[in-house]
């Protein structure tokens, strides 16, 4: 699941969240914002019993996509759009 709030300027926060075991291990959310770098965004267990990190992201198309342990890449079918790239944020 993704929640967006529009910051002051041209900036919106965004939220990525994950049930907190599926699936199981460390998850994070890697794309064209943090370079495809894996870990720089790793989502954090809460007590609601999900995981979650927010980016601060400028307007324009960001892909992404969560990297799970093991190597297993997900998309986000909450995303605007979800093709054979990946999933897709258009703020």
Same mark, same amino acid.
């Given at each position: 699941?993704?929640?967006?709030?529009?910051?002051?300027?041209?900036?919106?926060? /965004? $939220?990525?969240? @994950? %049930?907190?075991?599926?699936?199981?291990?460390?998850?994070?959310?890697? *794309?064209?914002?943090?370079?495809?770098?894996?870990?720089?965004?790793?989502?954090?267990?809460?007590?609601?019993?999900?995981?979650? /990190? $927010?980016?601060? @992201? %400028?307007?324009?198309?960001?892909?992404?996509?969560?990297?799970?342990? *093991?190597?297993?890449?997900?998309?986000?079918?909450?995303?605007?759009?979800?093709?054979?790239?990946?999933?897709?944020?258009?703020?």
């Amino acid at each position: 699941m993704i929640k967006r709030n529009r910051l002051f300027g041209n900036q919106t926060r /965004v $939220t990525f969240c @994950l %049930p907190r075991d599926a699936p199981p291990g460390p998850v994070s959310v890697v *794309g064209s914002f943090n370079g495809w770098e894996p870990g720089r965004h790793e989502l954090v267990i809460r007590r609601d019993g999900t995981r979650t /990190v $927010t980016v601060k @992201l %400028p307007p324009g198309e960001h892909r992404f996509r969560y990297l799970a342990a *093991g190597g297993v890449w997900l998309d986000d079918e909450s995303a605007d759009q979800v093709d054979d790239r990946g999933s897709l944020l258009r703020l």
